[in-house]
Each structure stands twice: as structure tokens, then as C-alpha cells.
């Protein structure tokens, strides 16, 4: 049984189509990356998921049941986006009044509220206002918050906005080690960055559809690029190279090449040898994820 199904999707707000029959499922212990611009739709699905907004039609079902169940409810885990805290809490005091609306018992946040704390690595600010907090550290406050009650399923709204690279780190780090114990993770971003990498699957939305979906190795398919390390007086040999391949472009210490297969490739480094200029390393390029996404969506990070 999945643990997120959605079928056909749509939700329409007055004249805005924010989702146009969208459908995704997401298996248990999966870490799902929903990836888009501002206004692609990622948060009204998480929204409809968590019964917050009703979809216009299709279906939405999480945990096995109709989202909104009260059972399924209680298994989750919610990050809002740009999630603030009252800043009268401290980082303790915030974590004991979310977990008490959750239902924890007092001797259970007596040990959980530590213990989450040190998770995403702010232990030692717990006692402090959280109007001295830092953006990043907010943002793991908010990740502590949404697993105080150790839900199945984590819905994560943009949890590295504003979180600076070793913040980042620390919240990929909490998200593998969630995993590990079996917990479902569905993150939105709109700002590629490393902790899509971790996920087992990647959808791009734009405007309301899912335009792409896979693995991050499906996505990142090897382009017939390489870069070639050479030794000798290649430079005077750049117009015949150009000849004999679909692109050339001169980098450090080499050429990087675009050919059509391994025989244009081979005949490359024949005529090459030929001409006193040896190969003394080849590497076959990937596309990156973040390549992948700006295809979709254009320039990745900006507003729609
Ligand atoms: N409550 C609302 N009323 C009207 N339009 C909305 C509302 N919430 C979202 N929208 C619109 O729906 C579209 C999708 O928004 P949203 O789901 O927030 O996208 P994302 O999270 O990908 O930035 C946008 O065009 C947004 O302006
Ligand atoms: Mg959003």
C-alpha cells in the first residue's frame, strides 16, 4: 500500500488553475522532492494532503485512507512553509507546547525534547528565545516540531529556504537518518539544492503538471560529452578536432568534446596520437539534476 497516492489532481482557485490533474505516488520510506518555481503548486498538494484545502477533484489519499482522516492525521509530521514560531518560546518551551497539542505525555517530551533537539544539532540554544535564532536554525526548530510526535510520514514545505550550507547539511543528515527508520519524507523546494540529491525519486511541477518524475540517476542521464586530458601541442590541432566532432570547447589542461558515438571518439584520439598528442585522461560528463530542472522550469529560483 502507498503511503501518498494522488490521482488526478485538480484544485482551482476562482480563476487560478494551481493544479491541472496531477499524480504522484510516493511508497513507504521514500524521501519524494517535489520541485517547481513559486506558484508551480507544490503547496496546495501538501495542503490537500493534510486537508487543509479540498481539491476541486480527484483523489488524494494518504496512509491507505481519504486525506483528512483523523487516524491518518496523527501520522503525520507538517513543516509549513515560512513557519513561525511565537518568539516568546524558547526552543525547549516551543517543542513541549507542540508536542503536548499532539498528544505526548509529559514524561515522554522530557526525553523527546532533547533528544530532537540534539537530532537537528541546536541543543545548545534550546534555552534561548527563538528571536535570536538565525533563519537555519528556525527552520531545524520547525523540522524538531514536525517529528516531535514521531509521525510516519514528514511533509517537509521548503525546509532549507533561508538555511545556510552546513544548516543544510545538518537537515540532509536528520532526513537520512529518518529514513533509516522507515519514516516517508515528501519535500518541496524551489531552489535546487543538495538535500533533493538524497531523494529516492524527483517530481519537477510546473504551472499545476508534473512535467518529469524519477530517480536523480534517471534524471541525471551521462551526456555524450567528454573531457579530454592531453599532453603535446593540441592547440594548433583545434580546427581539425573541430571538424571531427559535433562541439569542442578548450578547458584547462584539455579539450571537452561532444561526438556522436565511441567510433567518432576513438578516431579522435587515433588522429590525435597520430599528431604527437597524447591522452592522459577521459572523463564522460552527467547532467546534473540542477541542469535537468532549468531545462523544465527555466532559471532555477525564480518567482513565477
Ligand atoms: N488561497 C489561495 N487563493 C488563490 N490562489 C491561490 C491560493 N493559494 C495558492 N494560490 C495560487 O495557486 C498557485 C499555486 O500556489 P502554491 O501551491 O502556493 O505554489 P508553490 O508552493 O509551488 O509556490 C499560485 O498561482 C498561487 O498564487
Ligand atoms: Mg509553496
Redesign the pocket.
Known sequence: MPVIELRSLVKHYRNVHALQGVSITVEKGEIYSLLGK???G???I?KILLSIVRATSGEAILLGRPAGHVESRRKVGYLP?DHRFPDYHTGWSALDYYAALSGVSGAERRSRIPEMLRLVGIEESGRRKIRTYSKGMKQRLGLAQAMIHEPDVLFL??PTDGVDPVGRKQIRDVLVHLKSQGKTIFL?S?LLSEVELISDRVGILELGKLRREGTVAEMTVEKDIYELRLEGAFDALMPEIARRVRGVRRIAGGVEVDVENAEKLNALVDYLRANRVALVGMTRKRQSLEDVFIQEVGVAGQGA
Open positions: 513559486n506558484g508551480a507544490k503547496t496546495t501538501v512553509e514545505d521548503e518541496n524551489h
